[in-house]
């Protein structure tokens, strides 16, 4: 077979997840929570399916649920959205991620990652025959340098990739980081995915968002997941919400790659959603409080711990303890002191030389979080 993504491997997330499980250790490594999801949540997608929603939905996704997601950015944003013809329901912000990219990069076209990226964003340029350009976020704060992404722009640039709360930094971008992108690319046909899964878990007064920033919003696909809102990743349902014209383009795509997305979760989502509409704005209050945990209990350790901003993702150095990679080290984190990690390098091109920083998931019980912080400071 010649490989259309020869430089790709098995992820970062399988391949830590699997070890952390053959080693027994505990995992702050894949993205996911280790608690169970609200019951009512569980109650309704059981009834959902007792009741008969086993059959396609509409392709778009179900009204109800695509409704519920206008309201919801009605509320948060005060942005109004069509969910007729601005709002499409897929398996997960991936889905999203994937369709957008496919929908809009041509053969040759340039695409802008900030890096580091997550992991999906590059194959999915790839495929669709765009090429990747980059702009490095540096440690501690991670936020862009304008000029350097003015530097990257070319008559072949179709696409910018953003991502606020950032995985894996936990940094947050600023209002002034949204104005400073759309005055750079104002006068250029160039469109935007903002990756916005962690909306709701940021720890500032509130989170940016491409839904504030009309200019941009009508450029712009934003994307986001309830595993992230409601602690269910493995229900693989998200949104993305995009003008007329390029959610046409997107749905194009939506139809051949799932055509819609399990029909009793989406109606279980719906339902949750019209009962409790504020339930998302509590999200952050709940993750501040495991992050300040987990800080806490490593604030005598060896490792330093980066700012965070938003996200369930605490960055570590641990330059004081180790000079291995950060890949060697969490191989080695998982052997000697059971704990699975995911190392910061895999997310860039080109990681900066000697940094030594790897991800803590804290998406966990307090109790996980006091267990691991116990072993790290052992070190
Ligand atoms: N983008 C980012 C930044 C993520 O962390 C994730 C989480 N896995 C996704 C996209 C994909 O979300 P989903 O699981 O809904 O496909
Ligand atoms: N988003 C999750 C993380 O960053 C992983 C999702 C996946 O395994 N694909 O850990």
Redesign the pocket.
Known sequence: VVSKLPSVGTTIFTKMSALAAEKGAINLSQ?FPDFPPDARLLQRASQAILTGNNQYSPMTGLPILRDAVANLIERHYDRTVSALDEITIT???????FDAITAVVHQDDEVILFDPA?D?YEPAVTLAGGICKRVTLMAPDFRPDWHAFEALLTDKTRLVLI?TP??PTGSCWLAEDLESLWQAIASRDIYVLS?E??EFIHYGESAVSVHKHAELAARSFV?S????SFHL?GW???YVVAPVALTAELRKVHQFVTFCTATPLQQALAEHLLELPEESAHLATFYRQKRDVLRKALGNSRFTLLPCEG?YFQLLDYSDISDLDDVAFCEWLVDHVGVAAIPVSVFYQQPPENQRVIRLCFAKEESTLLDAAQRLSQL
């Open positions: 993205g398996s997960g912000a991936s889905e999203a991620i997550y999906l991502n950032h995985n990756d899964v962690y994307v997941s309830f595993g992230k990743t693989k349902v998200g996200t």
